[in-house]
């Protein structure tokens, strides 16, 4: 018999609240489209649906249980609070103070967060029982989310953590009590709501806020705020700092990061030991993000040999730099799906991706590199020129095609070389067919914009081919 994941009974404690009637939850969602049989569903109430109008819904699909704030006549136990987000906070709270035997990390930074967790909780995972946050599972909702679907016996528990305004990591962080705190990097995302870098890094640093006594930080040492951030971790009271980087005194540092066929060799040193392994992506930002992982794995406690065995079979999610061949007349091409979300920082970083592949162009014959690209959002007043700046930078690395969609990414289109300049459109989706027309054995195509530009329609229908219709 499964354990139930929350009772009745457990929650009217957390909630201070009284259930319909008696039930056992082996399970949390608050989508129900996904609800599997079980689950508590939390009918939240968004900027553009209301979760209650879909209680019905989720006990039709096995509910065992919901949470509303709304009166109404529900077909199944319910247990009613004042307001189902800050039930839901204060459910995952409340997740999290019961896995008192559970090693917990938080992960933040602008760039590489989700490829850092997801290779994290791949480490974990072969190690222990590990519970991973989801996606991008990572804000007011997702965070608490996560927690509340924390199993009673997990080893390890990785939990992204994102932020675009000052005070929201400190909220979240509160909430999950890391042992270890990770920062990726920071770069200029979200400058819309901040003045400068500086800014930013302060926010990134209220990850430190919740950090459990005696607990360790994991920061890049190359970083031009190392200091900073190091400086904020101890004043937060953590007991160590480990360093990854490229810096001679990081802890973790990088050696060296090759680009062979369909993935990057990488030559490190872990406490001045040589290490050498490979991952399955293109790029030296994910040698970077391994390097974060392992340090954060080191300081859960995990074995470090074993955690290297694990990086070789680590795949990351849709839209983070997985790599699909593709078939095509006379042979196949690379795509490099970077589609999920962009920022000036991760986007040059998928644009050296693209330009390392010459070993990858000489694999499969006299291939292009062509760059898909849409805008970049939440850049305040300097988004325009951020955007020419994409220009220069694929001009540098030698791209040979830019197909551009978005108003703010016209501004690289019309300053790339005119022999570069493949096709511009308003809306992602009408790239599709000037792309497909130019395609040829042997190129890779890299596509990357903004989560609201919607870039994966062209994943898509590249990966659906010509009969996409």
């Known amino acids: 018999m499964t354990t139930p994941l929350w009772t009745s009974a457990e929650l009217e404690k957390v909630l201070k609240a009284k259930a319909s009637a008696r039930f056992a939850a082996t399970g949390v969602s608050i989508d129900s489209r996904s609800v599997a049989p079980g689950d508590l569903f939390v009918a939240l109430a968004g900027p553009s649906h209301d979760g209650h109008a879909f209680v019905a819904d989720a006990f039709s699909r096995g509910a065992a249980a919901a949470l509303v704030h709304n009166d109404g006549d529900y077909p199944g136990p319910v247990m009613k609070v004042d307001d189902t987000l800050a039930a839901l906070t204060a459910l995952g709270a409340a997740g999290r103070a019961r896995a008192a035997r559970t090693k917990v990390v938080g992960v933040t930074g602008s760039v590489g967060k989700t490829g850092t967790k997801e290779m994290l909780g791949a480490i974990l995972a072969a190690q222990g029982s590990a519970h991973v946050s989801l996606g991008s599972h990572n804000n007011h909702w997702g965070v608490p989310l996560t927690l509340a679907r924390l199993p009673r016996d997990s080893v390890y528990a990785v939990q992204e953590m994102g932020m675009n305004h000052a005070g929201e990591l400190a909220a979240l962080t509160q909430i999950a009590r890391p042992h270890v705190a990770v920062i990726t990097t920071v770069g200029p995302a979200h400058l819309e709501h901040f003045g400068d870098l500086a800014e930013i890094v302060a926010a990134k640093c209220e990850i430190f806020a919740g950090l459990c006594d005696g607990g360790t930080a994991v920061l890049p040492a190359d970083h031009a705020f190392f200091g900073t951030m190091e400086q904020a971790a101890r004043a937060a009271g953590a007991a160590n700092v480990i360093t990854f980087g490229t810096a001679p005194g990081a802890d ?17 040193e872990i406490g001045g030991q040589a290490v050498e392994f490979a991952l399955p992506f293109i790029g030296r930002h994910w040698a970077m ?38 078939a095509v007349d006379g042979g196949a091409f690379v795509l490099l799906d970077e589609s999920y979300n962009a920022n000036p920082q991760s986007l040059e970083a998928a644009i050296d991706a693209l330009a390392a592949v010459a070993n990858v162009r000489q694999m499969y014959g006299t291939g292009r590199a062509i760059a898909v690209l849409g805008d970049m959002f939440e850049l305040g007043p300097t988004a325009r020129a951020l955007h020419q700046q994409v220009a220069h930078q694929l001009k540098a690395r030698e791209v040979d095609r830019l197909f551009a969609c978005g108003e703010l990414m016209r501004c690289a289109f019309d300053a790339a070389p005119e022999a570069m300049r493949a096709a511009f459109a308003d809306d992602a989706a009408q790239l599709v067919d000037p792309l497909s027309a130019e395609i040829r054995p042997g190129d890779i195509v890299m596509i990357k914009g903004s989560h609201g530009m919607r870039m994966d329609r062209i994943v898509a229908a590249l990966k659906a081919g010509p009969n996409r219709a």
């Open 289 to 326: 993000n391994s390097l974060a992982a392992l340090g954060a794995a080191i300081a859960a406690g995990a074995d470090p040999a074993r955690a290297i065995e694990t990086l070789a079979e680590i795949r990351v999610p849709d839209g983070r730099g997985a790599i699909t061949e593709i």
């Open 252 to 268: 973790i540092r990088l050696v060296s990061a090759s680009v062979i066929a369909l993935e990057t060799r990488v030559e490190a």
